[in-house]
């Protein structure tokens, strides 16, 4: 048999549903350990492997002093390293913290505050070492998952593109729910979860975070020209993607 | 006998209608009509004139579609759905082949399902004429389009005049509509008022004749005619937009620098939401995915757009950065260089590229903002819808 890489999964400040996309795969889980070795997976076993490892997959955003060191030595580990998700790729839900005084927001949480070791901020891990590859999603597409350790494994670029939602909904042929009345983050959000809101007759929540070169501004001005006030519009940005740079950035627009 | 020889105008009714439906799907056609859903006109599959969107129509507008109720029962009283019918010609992702390891060699094979038959029922003027600027992109030149030319060559076509315009209709502009002139084997102008319900047929083909001959018609009246000719007349003076062409191609091709092309990304959002949703681009890109164990590969051919990154992605980057080239790209490529590549402008003036903009940009104003700024000292304004 040749040699398998090795994959080790990593998580950080996160809710483990991007890691447990990896378990969702089914149909697929047998055909990956046979073609990867799996080290390091605390989610699905204590047997943990030690590094050097192929792959890494980490999930989740930086928020304490001891993941800030942590992370350092995953990547010393990791010949790739892919994060996965939206914590890991724009620091998630909880860099909301970032808006708010950390001290506030830990008396909110906490009844004993002096116990709480925090950083002030959620940090994406690329603000913290160099990422080869970023999934989107909250949660990920286990489709695009999949396609990531196949073409990590073929040594090729991932077939995951960054322009926005309504690429993938036009193609899934549903109509516009923009153009009929609902606010719909899809014109700014990247693409990757096939359009799943819009064809329920939602708007798009911008799980995915920005597209490429996202113009945040000329949504944000249809938005309100089609009744959304300003609070809206900075709500619907400060969500899973809130620290990420084009939603940070018009939500902040829209401060009160 | 002479029923359906071309230059004989005849009749058919409602229940004629629904008797060409079930024919159609009898000789082996999916037909596909318009049919209401999500709050929208759009084309699917439908299995007679009940699923028609029988007093119905569309209110367009920049970034605007909404459902109204009509004052009769017409059955294609209505402008154009949100999708175009290359959505059936040219699907948003097809297969175009698999491979399959086997030892040290692999095999190809051919995507499983064949092409489907298809009757489409409903097809306007402009999506007529956007059909025939699909077919030069992938019939006509060095190199055809196989799977496109299979879909297209089974495909039987009744077009349906225009009884009332869109408010972003601008086919008179493009030279397109609203009448319908070739490249269908039926064509119906329906006729509500005054009563029957009843359908001026004509033949554009020898499968349309063949057709026409297998349903009750009768010879048209010089009234049926005369109801006819205003149909025609009436939507030919609704026309919601307007595009002066004079001169076009050549305004546009000498305005790379046109301040305006900056204003407008201001607005554009590069969603690639009027690629999608325009008859004739035809853009794609292609997709190479493995399985995890290596045994098999397919390549996948999907819609792109002019206005993703990736598009101009070469050896070090993206060639069109900013939005304003990709916008500059896609117009004056629909516009002018169009007629350089294939003869003919890529507009055909269905509107839908201004409707589905989620910010409503409208080409027709964006044409017109760069026309009147050739002339030095004159202002553009832009009125937000």
């Known amino acids: ?256 | 006998m002479t029923a359906g020889q071309s230059g004989m105008a005849r009749c058919i009714n409602l229940a004629a209608l629904q008797v060409l439906i079930q024919l159609l799907a009898g000789d082996g056609y999916a037909v596909i009509g318009p049919i209401r859903r999500d709050d929208a006109i759009v084309y699917d599959r439908i299995a007679g004139i009940t699923d028609l969107p029988a007093g119905w129509t569309d209110d367009q507008g920049p970034g605007h579609y909404a459902l109204v109720r009509r004052g009769d029962d017409a059955l294609f009283g209505y402008a154009v759905g949100p999708d175009a019918w290359k959505r059936f010609l040219h699907p948003p992702v097809e297969t175009l082949w698999r491979a399959q390891r086997e030892g040290d060699t692999f095999t190809l094979a051919a995507p499983r399902a064949p092409a489907p038959r298809y009757a489409f029922l409903g097809v306007r003027a402009c999506d007529l004429r956007a059909i025939a600027i699909q077919d030069r992109v992938f019939c006509q030149g060095a190199y055809t389009d196989r799977s496109y030319a299979d879909r297209r060559r089974n495909a039987f076509i009744v077009a349906v005049h225009c009884g009332g315009v869109g408010g972003n209709c601008f086919c008179a502009s493009m030279g397109c509509g609203p009448r319908v002139d070739a490249g269908f084997d039926l064509a119906l102008t329906e006729l509500v008022d005054p009563a029957p319900h009843r359908f001026l047929i004509e033949v554009g083909s020898e499968a349309g004749a063949a057709m026409l001959a297998r349903l009750d018609s009768e010879e048209a009246t010089s009234s049926d005619l005369d109801l006819a000719e205003s149909v025609f007349k009436r939507a030919a003076s609704q026309m919601g937009r307007h595009i002066n062409t004079r001169g076009l191609k050549e305004l546009l091709q000498t305005q790379p620098h046109h301040p305006r092309w900056d204003e407008v990304a201001a607005r554009c959002m590069a969603c690639g939401n009027c690629t999608m949703a325009c008859p004739t681009c035809f853009c794609t890109t292609i997709e190479d995915h493995g399985s995890i164990d290596e045994s098999s590969a397919e390549r996948v051919r999907t819609w792109d757009s002019c206005f993703t990154l990736d598009f101009s992605f070469i050896h070090g980057g993206s060639v069109r950065q900013s939005a304003s080239s990709r916008y500059r790209q896609w117009l004056t490529h629909k516009l002018a260089h169009w007629i350089d590549q294939f003869g003919v402008a890529g507009c055909v003036g269905c509107g839908r590229c201004i409707t589905w903009c989620p910010v409503g940009i409208d080409l027709t104003e964006e044409v017109a903002a760069l026309r009147m700024a050739t002339d030095p000292g004159s202002t553009v304004s832009h009125e937000h819808p």
């Open chain 1, 1 to 256: 048999m040749r040699h398998r890489p090795r994959l080790a999964v990593w998580k950080f400040a996160s809710c483990d549903g991007c890691q447990l996309s990896l378990l969702d795969c089914e149909d697929e889980l047998l055909a990956l350990t046979e073609a990867i070795e799996i080290a390091h997976f605390t989610e699905a076993t204590q047997a943990s492997l030690p590094g050097p490892y192929d792959l890494s997959l980490v999930e989740g955003s930086i928020t304490t002093p001891v993941d800030a060191e942590r992370i350092l030595e995953v990547r010393r580990q990791s010949k790739c390293l892919v994060t996965i998700g939206a914590c890991a790729s724009a620091g998630g839900i909880q860099a909301l913290r970032n808006f708010a005084g950390i001290e506030d927001v830990v008396a909110t949480v906490y009844p004993t505050p002096s116990y709480i070791r925090t950083l002030a901020t959620s940090t994406p891990i690329a603000a913290h070492v160099p990422v080869d590859f970023e999934l989107r999603g909250c949660p990920i597409n286990k489709a695009q998952l999949l396609e990531v350790i196949a073409a990590f494994l073929a040594g090729r670029k991932p077939a995951v593109s960054s322009y926005s939602v309504c690429i993938e909904c036009k193609r899934r042929g549903n109509v516009c729910v923009m153009i009929q009345g609902i606010p719909c983050l899809g014109p700014t959000t990247h693409a990757g979860c096939g359009a799943i809101c819009p064809a329920y007759r939602r708007g798009c929540y911008g799980c995915f975070g920005p597209m490429e070169s996202a113009n945040t501004t000329a949504l944000a001005r249809e938005w309100q020209a089609r009744g959304a006030s300003s609070l809206q519009v900075n709500r619907a940005l400060r969500s899973f993607n809130a620290a990420a740079e084009a939603f940070q950035t018009e939500a902040l627009r829209h401060e009160r």
